[in-house]
């Protein structure tokens, strides 16, 4: 049984934020700080090796109190024991969401580490250099092909851990294959030698389209350059991850080169299982494991913490009190750190697939809004796109700045790390600048600048998190994607609407298959809209 | 003359032996370790032909005093030799200082393969500490299995040296071994110390062109054992060390190449050639590897593999960097039994193989192929060049010949009833 998302309980805690937001909405965040010097003190939180600043978030303590009045109106706690208890949380599809058991240790979860045990062996004969083509030689290059969420984690993860490197042999050259046209996969095959090859095909349902086109192009790419080997080249140059091992079989994947994952694992929460292979290739099995246990330290936090001081809870509340009681509608993702390069992409499937939902349980749309528009960039990147309208358009948006504390210099290179370590503190400064100035606005500037012409004010008063990561490692990354995990799924419980499923992304699918045939043979036009049929005139022109 | 010579090489101990042999007195001084506790055992420290009866004889005539390296006691001779391990440059330093303060030193000769530049380092530091002693550089040339020959009887000697005085002891010192014309070529301290580098680079780049010019023959099917003594017969080239083979291993000839490429680097100069061509090595040490795996179209998994010949080269127990080693750990990454014999390695294999349970090791090359789906022939030891083949046929579950080192006839072993590969064969 799912806990009741209403209750009449919420009734008087609706009405008191109500009164509240009337007076919140006029507050500036100058002001707050200028009344609250110990804001940082209270508004702030620690845990598995993150500080989490909400102090330039536009709220107060009491605010909080409220939010957290309407978590438990919500019965959050019990929420949250209902997922960890593997109730069916996706009851739109009637399972659970056990990604969190993809964390748990070896006697919690013996079926998971039998599969990373599997993994483990795959990634340790790469590394060696004794993974072998099918003229014998020694793998060098990886192709990982999958879209969604067995592209953007593995992904993300890869490139963000890239100064780690195996604590034995060589990690491959990994490349990323998603793209349902040829536009990536065909330059890419004409670098590679097909002989030192190897295809990763990753797709939970091993049905997925895109996915499939680009492992038939690989197919038939390794196909030319070993005629009549047809075995041995399934054999030694494809892997394939998935939920659903006949269609694996089925497509030639060879039995010994299946690695498994479960259902109840969502796309969007599949990184820390076989999905993570490319992340294990990147940082080797023991990088990995330290990933998986940074997420478990989230985990814990999020079972055990009491809801004030719990990270996810708390950072969810921040969300839907913008969303919800200020109105704020857009938030941008604005790492501190070149290596977090696609965690903006990342954070954008696991949070818009995640909640960009309108109905609730009992199948009422929803008359408030849920999930925001999230986009971002790398943050000094981004001052020089659109920090512009951060500073002085017309949309009030919520920041997430992300950033490492300490500085670790790669391992294996000797000199420049001085140079790197300045320019890390620099990256920091404007870090730290930036989230200032977006909150005071003019009150960041010195006394004698208050006097500008209008077009070069700052109005401030953006709220932000700043997420400061102790060092960026695996452990951390761990922590920072688990945190944000849960943090979709209190805000979920908040909202009343199930996190787990995908129901919006299906139809365009079975549309897209209709329209191929129109495509190709231009009969069928009359039953479409104008718009379609002129282009469809146009593009078979 | 007193000589001292320091070090534990192989270098050191023909250096010692030769120089007692040829009326010396010689005190050969040992650091702690296996060469040392061999000499104290009166054991033969390398399995070298002929070296452990020179060192006995010499040891017997009481012309060679073996004793472990302590830098006190008696002073210094005259004329030191240092042949220490590579990398042992602190050492080096430490017995300098110890000469200076010693006093009666006057010359000494670095046999060792340090970086360029090291001789005129030591030659630096003995000044500074107020000696007068000289140092001239005299580059190993040494080939492993015919050492002492190579010592007594050389091709060629390079000296490096800045002194006239320095020079004219070293000729006296050479002169037994310089006897039918002078084979010695004087140059500046960096220069030997460079060229010593020079010719191990150049020499390792004839063996990886010649592996990649197999490679070529195969896709062209030409046999690359013709093309080689085509290509050996034009003067401008010779015939040495043209072999496509299964790559070469060793600890100094790779070594040689691998500081060379370093010291390009430090240097800021692209040191593209070397690296690949040591890059061409390794891949060529898995050569007979990938054969094995195609021929099985890579379900290789439980089989048995027999390697005839483990050692680096023939006439040598070493086993470091050669092919056999990067071969057996292939192969038991794929799961597949590995028998190997080998006339004198077996020890340091085993040694090296660390109690592997898929590694046996057989006193007989017949026993060793019994059953096996692969025969590799990648050492080229003179027993292995003429197998009784209907045997080989007959015990072998695959009579599939991998020869590493093209000594067989491809034709005649195939008209035996037998599969043979060879390196650029077809």
């Given at each position: 049984m799912?806990?009741?998302?209403f209750?009449?309980?919420?009734?008087?805690?609706?009405?008191?934020?109500a009164e509240?937001v009337?007076?919140a909405?006029?507050?500036?965040?100058?002001?707050?700080?200028?009344?609250?010097?110990?804001?940082?003190d209270t508004?702030?939180l620690e845990?598995?090796?993150?500080?989490v600043?909400?102090s330039?978030?536009?709220?107060?303590?009491e605010?909080l109190d409220?939010?957290?009045?309407l978590?438990?109106?919500r019965d959050?706690?019990?929420?949250?024991?209902?997922?960890?208890?593997?109730s069916d949380?996706?009851w739109?599809?009637?399972?659970p969401?056990?990604?969190?058991?993809?964390r748990?240790?070896?006697d919690a979860?013996?079926?998971?580490?039998?599969?990373?045990?599997r993994?483990?062996?795959i990634?340790d004969?790469?590394l060696?250099?004794?993974w072998?083509?099918?003229?014998g030689?020694?793998?060098?290059d990886?192709?990982n092909?999958?879209v969604?969420?067995?592209?953007?984690g593995?992904l993300?993860a890869?490139y963000?851990?890239?100064?780690f490197?195996?604590?034995?042999g060589r990690?491959p050259?990994?490349?990323f294959?998603s793209?349902?046209?040829?536009s990536?996969?065909a330059?890419?095959?004409n670098?590679?030698?097909?002989?030192t090859?190897?295809?990763v095909?990753s797709?939970?349902?091993?049905?997925t389209?895109d996915?499939l086109a680009?492992?038939?192009?690989a197919?038939a790419?390794l196909?030319?350059?070993?005629?009549?080997?047809q075995?041995?080249l399934m054999?030694?140059h494809?892997v394939?991850?998935?939920a659903n091992?006949?269609k694996m079989?089925?497509?030639g994947?060879?039995?010994c080169n299946?690695?498994?994952?479960w259902e109840?694992?969502?796309?969007?929460f599949s990184l820390?299982?076989?999905i993570?292979?490319?992340?294990?290739?990147?940082v080797g099995?023991k990088?990995?494991r330290?990933l998986?246990?940074?997420a478990?330290?989230?985990?814990?936090?999020f079972?055990?913490a009491?809801?004030?001081?719990?990270?996810?809870?708390i950072?969810?509340?921040v969300?839907?009190w913008?969303?919800?009681f200020?109105d704020?509608?857009?938030?941008?993702?604005?790492?501190y750190d070149?290596?977090l390069k696609?965690?903006?992409?990342?954070?954008?499937?696991?949070?818009?697939e995640?909640?960009?939902k309108s109905?609730?349980?009992d199948?009422?749309p929803?008359?408030?809004h849920?999930?925001?528009?999230?986009w971002g960039?790398?943050?000094?990147?981004a001052?020089?796109?659109?920090?512009q309208?951060l500073?002085?358009g017309t949309?009030?948006?919520?920041?997430?700045?992300?950033?490492a504390?300490?500085?670790v210099?790669?391992?294996?290179d000797?000199d420049?790390?001085?140079?790197?370590?300045?320019q890390?503190?620099?990256?920091?400064?404007?870090?730290?600048?930036?989230s200032?100035?977006?909150?005071?606005?003019?009150?960041a500037?010195?006394?004698?600048q208050?006097?500008?012409?209008a077009f070069k004010?700052?109005r401030?008063n953006?709220?932000?998190?700043?997420l400061?990561?102790?060092?960026?490692s695996?452990r951390?990354?761990?922590s920072l994607?688990?945190?944000?995990e849960h943090?979709?799924?209190?805000?979920?419980?908040?909202?009343?609407i199930?996190?787990f499923?995908q129901?919006?992304?299906?139809?365009?699918k079975?549309?897209?298959?209709?329209m191929?045939?129109?495509?190709?043979?231009?009969d069928g036009l009359d039953?479409?809209?104008a718009?379609t049929?002129?282009?469809?005139?146009?593009?078979?022109s | 003359?007193?000589?001292?010579v320091?070090?534990?090489?192989?270098c050191a101990s023909v250096?010692a032996?030769?120089?007692?042999?040829?009326?010396h007195?010689?005190?050969?001084?040992l650091p702690r370790?296996?060469?040392?506790?061999?000499?104290n055992?009166?054991?033969?420290?390398y399995?070298e032909?002929?070296?452990?009866d020179?060192?006995?004889e010499?040891?017997?005539?009481?012309r060679?005093r073996?004793?472990?390296m302590?830098?006190?006691?008696?002073?210094?001779?005259p004329?030191?030799?240092l042949a220490?391990?590579p990398g042992?440059q602190?050492l080096?330093a430490?017995?300098?200082d110890?000469?200076a303060s010693?006093?009666?030193c006057?010359l000494?000769?670095n046999?060792?393969?340090?970086?360029?530049?090291?001789?005129?380092a030591?030659?630096?530091?003995?000044a500074?500490?107020?000696s007068?002693?000289?140092v001239?550089?005299?580059?190993?040339?040494?080939?492993?299995?015919?050492?002492?020959?190579?010592f007594?009887?050389?091709?060629?000697?390079?000296?490096?040296?800045d002194?006239p005085a320095a020079?004219?002891?070293?000729r006296?010192i050479?002169?037994?071994?310089?006897?039918?014309?002078?084979v010695?070529r004087v140059?500046g301290l960096?220069e030997?110390?460079f060229?010593?580098?020079a010719i191990s680079g150049?020499?390792?780049t004839?063996?990886?062109?010649?592996?990649?010019m197999?490679?070529?023959?195969?896709?062209?099917d030409?046999?690359?054992?013709?093309v080689?003594q085509?290509?050996?017969?034009?003067p401008?080239?010779g015939e040495?060390?043209?072999y496509a083979?299964?790559?070469f291993?060793?600890?100094?000839f790779s070594r040689d190449?691998?500081?060379l490429?370093?010291?390009l680097?430090s240097k800021e100069?692209s040191?593209?050639?070397?690296?690949q061509?040591?890059e061409?090595?390794?891949?060529q040490k898995?050569v007979l590897f990938?054969?094995?795996?195609r021929?099985f179209?890579?379900?290789v998994?439980?089989r048995?593999?027999?390697i005839?010949?483990?050692?680096?080269?023939p006439?040598?127990?070493?086993?470091?960097n050669g092919p056999?080693l990067?071969?057996?750990e292939?192969?038991w990454?794929?799961?597949?039994?590995v028998?190997?014999?080998?006339p004198?390695a077996?020890?340091?294999?085993?040694?090296?193989?660390?109690?592997?349970p898929d590694?046996?090791?057989?006193?007989d090359?017949?026993q060793a192929v019994a059953d096996v789906?692969?025969?590799?022939?990648?050492?080229?030891?003179?027993l292995y060049?003429?197998?009784?083949?209907?045997?080989l046929?007959?015990s072998?579950?695959?009579?599939?010949?991998l020869?590493g080192?093209n000594?067989?006839d491809?034709d005649y072993?195939r008209?035996?009833?037998?599969?043979?590969h060879g390196?650029?064969?077809?």
């Open positions: 799912l806990p009741d998302h209750s009449a309980a919420e009734r008087p805690v609706r009405q008191a934020l509240h009337d007076k909405r006029h507050w500036h965040l100058a002001q707050l700080f200028a009344d609250d010097t110990a804001r940082f508004l702030s845990g598995c090796g993150l500080l600043d909400f330039k978030q536009r709220l107060t303590g605010t409220l939010l957290l009045d978590a438990c109106a959050l706690e019990s929420w949250v024991r209902a997922l960890f208890e593997g949380v996706n739109t599809e009637a399972r969401a056990l990604h969190w058991r993809l748990e240790q070896a979860a013996p079926e998971v580490h039998d599969q990373l045990a993994m483990g062996e990634v004969q790469v060696r250099g004794q072998r083509g099918c003229h030689d020694a793998i060098t990886v192709v092909v999958g969604g969420g067995s592209d953007l593995p993300m890869s963000a851990l890239a100064d490197r195996p604590e034995h990690r050259d990994l490349h294959v793209s349902m046209d040829g990536q996969i330059p890419l095959l670098d590679l030698n097909p002989a090859t190897l295809i095909v797709s939970k349902s091993f049905t389209l996915t680009n492992a038939e192009t197919r790419w196909e030319r350059a070993f005629p009549d080997q075995r041995a054999r030694c494809f394939g991850v998935s091992p006949e079989s089925e497509w994947i060879h039995p299946q690695l498994l994952f109840w694992v969502g796309g969007r820390w299982s076989a993570g292979l490319p992340i294990a290739l990147t099995m990088g990995f330290e998986l246990e940074g478990r330290e989230m985990d814990v936090h079972r055990e009491p809801l004030a001081h719990n990270l996810p809870v950072l969810g509340l969300d839907v913008n969303i919800n200020l704020i509608t857009a938030r941008a993702v604005l790492p070149g290596r696609h965690f903006p992409s990342y954070l954008e499937q696991l949070e818009m995640s909640n960009g109905v609730t349980r199948g009422t929803v008359d408030y849920t999930c925001p528009v999230i960039e790398v943050g000094s990147n001052q020089h796109a659109f920090y309208l500073h002085q949309q009030p948006v919520a920041c997430d700045f992300i950033v504390g300490r500085y210099p790669p391992s294996g000797g420049g790390h001085q140079q790197l370590a300045h890390h503190r620099l990256t920091l400064a404007n870090c730290l600048a930036q200032r100035l977006l909150a005071l606005g003019g009150g500037l010195p006394d004698d208050h006097d500008q012409p004010q700052y401030g953006q709220p932000s998190t700043t400061m990561l102790d060092e960026l695996p951390r990354l761990g994607v688990a945190l944000y943090k979709v799924f209190v805000e979920s419980v908040l909202w009343g199930n996190p499923d129901w919006g992304v299906e139809m365009g079975v549309i897209a298959r209709d191929v045939p129109v495509l190709e043979t231009g039953g479409l809209d718009s049929r002129g282009l469809v005139r146009r593009a078979r | 003359m007193r000589i001292d320091f070090g534990d090489t192989l250096t032996a030769a120089l007692a042999q040829s009326g007195e010689v005190c050969w001084f370790g296996r060469v040392l506790d061999a000499v055992e009166d054991r033969v420290p399995r032909p002929g070296l452990g020179l060192l006995g010499q040891r017997a005539a009481g060679l073996c004793a472990p302590t830098l006190n006691g008696d002073p210094a001779a004329v030191v030799f220490l391990q042992a602190t080096a430490e017995i300098a110890w000469l010693a006093g009666a006057g000494v000769i046999q060792s393969v340090f970086p360029v530049g090291t001789s005129e030591l030659q630096r530091r003995l500074e500490a107020g007068p002693a000289r001239v550089a005299l580059p190993e040339t040494l080939q492993e299995g015919v050492a002492i020959d190579s007594l009887r050389p091709h060629h000697i390079l000296l490096g040296c002194d020079e004219t002891l070293m006296e050479l002169r037994p071994f310089n006897r039918r014309r002078d010695i140059m960096r030997a110390e060229t010593k580098l150049m020499l390792a004839r063996l990886s062109y010649m592996n990649d197999a490679l070529l023959a195969e896709q062209l030409v046999d690359i054992d013709t080689r085509g290509v050996g017969s034009d401008r080239i040495a060390y043209l083979g299964c790559g291993g060793g600890s100094g190449v691998m500081s490429t370093d010291t680097r100069v040191a593209k050639l070397l690296e061509v040591m061409i090595n390794e891949r898995e990938r054969r094995f795996w021929h179209e890579g379900e998994a439980g048995r593999v027999a005839w010949g483990a050692a680096f080269k006439g040598s127990d070493r086993v470091d056999a990067k071969l057996i292939a192969l990454a794929q799961d597949v039994q028998h190997v014999h080998d004198l077996l020890p340091e294999l085993d040694a090296w193989a660390g109690g592997h590694l046996i090791l057989h006193d090359p017949y789906d692969a025969l590799m022939l990648v050492t080229e030891w003179k060049w003429s197998p009784d083949w209907p045997r046929r007959d072998m579950g695959t009579p599939l010949i020869d080192r000594i067989y491809p072993v008209g035996q009833g037998l599969l043979y390196i650029g064969r077809g």
